[in-house]
């Protein structure tokens, strides 16, 4: 039975994606920073869903987190935060910027390398990102600063490591789920959990191996 991390998975296209990879067979280790949430969220799938207590700013708790998992095949790197909104750089507090950039995107490289060993065994590795069209640098505005800033430097990260696991074979890809229904997203946001997860449980299954180093939506590929 193949194996999936996924990481901020007790809510949203988290949860959603681990769900829908149980369904395909995978044992996923459901990564939440809570406890009583990640337990209850993994209940809800059933047998094939195993909690992880993973805070992916915490180096303690991604360390204890290797010790539950035995082997792996993919990691999905969904924990996010997004604390600003309107105000624009000029006025944000730069704490909220370093505050987001230590989850979404220090966060995301924490736990890769810390899994990479563990990866390198599998013949099907493959990482994948959860990004957002707000760190396209074609497409970039004002709004929500830390948040884009720290998903630009995440698309950063995908394509580093898209070329240092190069040699390994293990593919690497950010993902835009799109504007999805979520905590994060709002009760307008016009896609499903769904829908935002479907690029994402595709790259981690049945894209080609050969698909590395991008930014897609819809499965296809991106601007960055
Ligand atoms: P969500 O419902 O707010 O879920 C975010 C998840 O990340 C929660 O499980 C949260 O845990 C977890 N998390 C936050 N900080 C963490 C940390 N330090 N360690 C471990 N887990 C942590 O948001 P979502 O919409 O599902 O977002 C999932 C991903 O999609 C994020 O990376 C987000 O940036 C991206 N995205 C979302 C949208 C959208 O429209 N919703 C659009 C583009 C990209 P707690 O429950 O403990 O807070």
Request: aromatic share 4%.
């Amino acid at each position: 039975m193949k194996a999936a991390l996924v990481t901020g998975a007790n809510k949203g296209i988290g949860f959603e994606v681990a769900r829908q990879l149980a369904a395909r067979d995978f044992h996923v280790f459901l990564g939440a920073r809570n406890r009583a949430a990640g337990e209850k969220a993994a209940r809800s799938i059933g047998g094939n869903a195993t909690f992880v207590q993973l805070d992916v700013t915490d180096g303690a708790s991604i360390s204890a987190a290797k010790k539950a998992v035995d082997h792996l095949d993919v990691l999905i790197n969904n924990a996010g935060v997004m604390e600003d909104g309107d105000e624009n750089l000029l006025t944000l507090d730069p704490e909220i910027l370093r505050r987001t950039l230590e989850t979404n995107t220090l966060g995301a490289l924490r736990v890769t390398q810390a899994f990479v060993p563990l990866l390198s065994k599998s013949k099907d590795a493959r990482i994948v990102n959860v990004s957002s069209g707000g760190g396209q640098l074609s497409d970039m505005g004002t709004w929500s600063p830390a948040y884009c800033i720290s998903k630009t430097a995440l698309n950063a990260v995908t394509v580093q490591l898209a070329n240092a696991l190069r040699d390994k074979s293990i593919p690497v890809n950010s993902v835009c789920p799109g504007w999805v229904r979520t905590d994060m997203g709002g009760k307008n946001a016009p896609r499903s959990v769904e829908e935002g997860a479907d690029t994402i449980v595709w790259l981690a299954t049945e894209a080609p191996r050969n698909l590395t180093g991008k930014f897609l939506r819809d499965r296809k590929e991106i601007p960055w």
